[in-house]
T-cell receptor, first 108, second 117 residues
Framework: RKEVEQDPGPFNVPEGATVAFNCTYS??????FFWYRQDCRKEPKLLMS???SGNEDGRFTAQLNRASQYISLLIRDSKLSDSATYLC?????????FGTGTSLTVIP | EPEVTQTPSHQVTQMGQEVILRCVPI?????FYWYRQILGQKVEFLVS????????KSEIFDDQFSVERPDGSNFTLKIRSTKLEDSAMYFC???????????????FGNGTRLTVT
């Protein structure tokens, strides 16, 4: 079973829409969780950490459900500039495990 | 904001040649990593480095690969005899604290695109 599973999409949404991505992880001992954004042929960039109580940064909300072993990312009021691949990253022990990424295209 | 820097941005080499990819991690970071990403595929872990030694490595990181921290700032990845399938984007990353602590994310460099012909 993969450490991290993520729906690759693609998600094509109109500007202004709300879109949500989920990511599941297999190891209940995983201790840290992050969402990264990756533009085409660029490096992954940290979007936000995911805290146990859930956290929000502007239009972005991240949540962690330890019981069901998934994390989610909600983007409200999508902008054209949100088009990218979103990677969930799960830390277990000393290892960072990457999901395959979910592709998002925001359409005018 | 401090950043991880990588050179060169693009390296073209012939099969069988040695390449060295260079990275300067963020100065107060303690953990260093190399990842690779074949075009269109997921980010794959190669190796992590802490306290001047390899802490973990993946199956990809075979005897053809080595890492070194030759001085206090550089962190290099060497591929001894490149193969066609080594063509990929190679990312260096660093993190501040040991990963058992919460919220110590990876900071990535902008990558070196390696093309093996």
């Amino acid at each position: 079973r993969k450490e991290v599973e993520q729906d690759p999409g693609p998600f094509n949404v109109p500007e202004g829409a709300t879109v949500a991505f989920n990511c599941t992880y297999s190891n209940s001992a995983s201790q840290s969780f992050f969402w990264y954004r990756q533009d085409c042929r660029k490096e992954p960039k940290l979007l936000m950490s995911v805290y146990s109580s859930g956290n929000e940064d502007g239009r972005f909300t991240a949540q962690l459900n330890r019981a069901s072993q998934y994390i989610s990312l909600l983007i409200r009021d999508s902008k054209l500039s949100d088009s990218a691949t979103y990677l969930c990253v799960v830390v277990t022990g000393n290892q960072f495990y990457f999901g395959t990424g979910t592709s998002l295209t925001v359409i005018p | 904001e401090p950043e991880v820097t990588q050179t060169p941005s693009h390296q073209v080499t012939q099969m069988g040649q040695e390449v060295i990819l260079r990275c300067v991690p963020i100065s107060n970071h303690l953990y260093f990593y190399w990842y690779r990403q074949i075009l269109g595929q997921k980010v794959e872990f190669l190796v992590s480095f802490y306290n001047n030694e390899i802490s973990e490595k993946s199956e990809i990181f075979d005897d053809q690969f080595s890492v070194e921290r030759p001085d206090g700032s550089n962190f290099t990845l060497k591929i001894r005899s490149t193969k066609l399938e080594d063509s990929a984007m190679y990312f260096c990353a660093s993190s501040l604290r040991p990963t058992r602590s919460e919220n110590s994310p990876l900071h990535f460099g902008n990558g070196t695109r390696l093309t093996v012909t």
